[in-house]
Every structure is written in C-alpha cells, then in structure tokens.
C-alpha cells in the first residue's frame, strides 16, 4: 500500500466564474485566479464546463490551456458536445462526472456500473487524447470495480457524504467507507483521488488516509478568498494538508 508523505493538490476555480457569471462583468478573472493559484502551490487546475454554463465558459477552458503551468483537469459530462470539445482542447487530464442541470453541483458519482458501455467508450476516447481519466465516483466497490473494468487509469471518490454528516459516529462511518474505497481502488491498481464538499474543518481526516493521490477542492478556498485573499487561502490549505500528512509519516516511523 502506498504510504506517499505527497499529496496534490487541485485547485477548482468554477466559483471564480461564478461570480463573474452573477453579473456578466469581466471580473472576477478565473485565469487570473488559476495563475495565483499555481503561485500559491497548487498542483494543478480544476475547471468543470457545465452544460448550462453557469460559471466556466470555452473562452476560460481555451485561455486557461495556453497559460498554465501545471496541468488542467477538465471536469465533464459525458455528452457527445463535451467528447468533441475536449477532443478540441487536449487536457492534460479529464474527469468524467454526472451532471443534470438542476442540481446546485454534482450531486453524486457517475453510474459507472448501469452505464459501463458508454462510459468504456467514453474512457477509451478520450484517454487517446490526454494522460489521464478519472470517473468521480461514490465509495462503493461495484462502482470502483466498474471502472476499473472500463480501463479508466484514476478515480475521484465523492467525499460530499462524508462532508455533510455532523454526527460523530455518521462521520466515521463515512470515513471508513471512503478508506474502504481507497483500498479498494489501490487494489484494482487505480490512482485515487478525491474531493468534493472539502473545507478547512473537515479534510485533515481525509488527507491522513493512505494511498490518495489529490484532493480536489474548489468552493471552500474561494469563500476563503474573500477574507484572506486566494494565494493566503490556498497556502492555508496545504500547509493542513501537508502537516497531516507530515504526522501520518511521524506516526507510520514510530510504529518501527
Ligand atoms: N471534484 C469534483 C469531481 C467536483 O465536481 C467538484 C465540484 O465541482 C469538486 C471536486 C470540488 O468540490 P468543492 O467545490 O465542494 O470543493
């Protein structure tokens, strides 16, 4: 099992858009936002072009391409449109999520196991394209074993369970069911990421699990801005990140 000290961190800018989109001004600039962004740390760039386009558009996805200096993943439906448009824009890497236009966000995780068809087609489209496809997906092992079966490399489990029980023993029964998931993915040889609903409380339980590779955050760092400023923010949250993995590491030494 892997016991990495790193873990990324993928900085999702959707809600600098959406800001922007509230007024349909030219402010505030998600590109502006990506590049302090990496100034910051983060290890890669986070967009989602939504069906309804509510906050990223094209023209961001298309400058963000030029300018980054890390890499960009590129969250998506799986619709013929955004197959043709990523085929256009060559990410670095792609996440396929569900997407119905009238939730606030993604909801749940993809249906890998009542969809596999399509989703193998989709994942072997697209992987000729870019590095990486990952399918953000529920802890579940059918749905894990699933992707793995359509021949996606990385999945992104959906922590947004985990982020909205309070009860103590709701929020360890999640957490067990997302160490479970971890394992489970490490043993179908899946690079396992993950995110969703994540904020300066409650992701030091997440980042002391082992074997995660990122931690995708969006919505928490940009509401954070506002008081600290986006680099403050971001700095913030890795330095958590990274001290909870430093005492994973202190913790796993002693044990020897
Ligand atoms: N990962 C995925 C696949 C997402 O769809 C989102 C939300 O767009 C996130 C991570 C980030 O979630 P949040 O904005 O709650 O941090």
């Known amino acids: 099992m892997a016991t990495s000290n790193r873990i990324l961190l993928g900085v999702n800018i959707d809600h600098v858009a959406t800001i922007r989109q509230a007024r349909g001004t030219r402010y505030p600039d998600p590109i502006k936002a990506a590049l302090d962004a990496e100034e910051a740390g983060a290890d890669g760039i986070t967009v989602h072009l939504r069906e309804d386009r ?11 391409k030029d300018v980054l200096q890390t890499r960009m993943n590129f969250e998506m439906g799986v619709t013929e449109e955004m197959m043709v448009f990523a085929e256009r824009i060559r990410p670095a890497h792609i996440c396929l999520v569900p997407e119905t236009r009238k939730e606030l966000t993604s909801e749940g995780g993809l249906d890998v196991v009542n969809n596999e068809a399509r989703i193998k087609a989709a994942v072997a489209r697209l992987l000729r394209i870019c590095s990486e496809v990952s399918l953000f997906i529920d802890a579940d092992e059918c749905q894990i074993v699933a992707a793995s079966r359509v021949g996606a490399p990385a999945i992104e489990l959906h922590t947004g ?4 029980v309070t009860a103590p023993i709701k929020v360890l029964d999640e957490l067990q069911r997302l160490i479970a998931g971890v394992n489970c993915g490490l043993n179908q040889g899946l690079i396992v ?4 609903g994540l904020n300066y409380q409650n992701v030091e339980d ?39 993995r430093l005492r994973h590491a202190i913790t796993y030494v002693q044990k020897f």
Do not use: F
């Open 54 to 64: 509510r906050h990223i558009q094209e023209r961001d996805v298309l400058l963000l």
């Open 161 to 164: 369970r985990y982020a909205n």
């Open 193 to 196: 990421n993950a995110g969703h």
């Open 206 to 244: 997440i980042a002391m699990i082992n074997g995660i590779n990122e931690l995708n955050i969006g919505h928490a760092l940009v509401a954070h801005a506002l008081s600290v400023g986006l680099k403050n923010a971001i700095v913030e949250m890795k330095t958590l990140i990274l001290a909870c």
